[in-house]
């Protein structure tokens, strides 16, 4: 059975992560922010995954490869290659005593969370943060922020299909991301799955009534 005691360096499947014991058979993984997102978002997933740890639920935040602390990829990610390393992620907690799964994802994070819950059978509890909805309109944000963020005379990656304050993305990695769909996704959503949605009022609006988050039962909360 797991035990609460402090946090530790884990490593799984060539990723980095962070483990806060604690206790029960139910566990919660963070599924973070990529890239830039997740450089800015990273001190809010740490903060979340300890206020989760602290109410004595084991918690496990991660870096997918080719990210933060993980190893480098050959070829670099892709949202699949993030979605196996949330696979790793859930054996890894599986083997650690949990029985069930709750995934949190923030932002990129929220689609490899919400495709991992529809894969296992495990994951009882869905919560995903600012989620990126549509993978072309998260493309098209990240080129405005690229273009907003570049430097007069500063190069970027040749090779790259976007180069965001130093972190270049592959042609690879945008035509997996272009492909997603949070509402085609949630479509084969589990019954059984509790699911909760927080985000922007605008990001709300486009969630209402069309997505299949909210055909599915979901709780959509909005921010300010």
């Known amino acids: 059975m797991l035990t609460r005691s402090s946090p530790r360096g884990v490593a799984f499947g060539r990723c980095a992560g962070r483990f806060y014991p604690g206790f029960g058979g139910r566990a919660v993984m963070i599924c973070p922010a990529f890239g830039f997102e997740g450089l800015v978002a990273r001190a809010a997933a740490t903060r979340l995954a300890e206020m989760i740890a602290e109410l004595g639920t084991p918690t496990l935040v991660f870096d997918y490869r080719g990210d933060g602390d993980s190893a480098d990829l050959e070829g670099g990610p892709d949202l ?8 790793a992620a859930a054996a890894f907690l599986r083997e650690a005593g949990a029985r069930a799964i709750g995934l949190v994802g923030l932002r990129l994070g929220a689609a490899v969370a919400a495709a991992l ?22 493309l098209r944000e990240l080129r405005a922020l690229a273009a907003m963020m570049a430097r007069p005379g500063r190069a970027g990656d040749p090779d790259a299909a976007l180069d965001l304050a130093g972190f270049a993305l592959s042609p690879a990695f945008a035509a997996s991301v272009e492909a997603f769909d949070l509402d085609v996704v949630a479509t084969h959503a589990k019954s059984v799955l509790t699911q909760t949605v927080i985000a922007n009022s605008d990001m709300v609006a486009s969630l209402t009534p069309s997505t299949g988050l909210v055909t599915a039962g979901s709780d959509v909360a909005a921010t300010a």
């Open 117 to 138: 819950s529809v894969a296992r059978d495990d994951v009882d509890d869905l919560a995903l943060l600012a989620p990126v909805t549509s993978g072309r309109e998260h």
């Open 80 to 87: 699949a290659s993030m979605i196996e390393d949330a696979e």
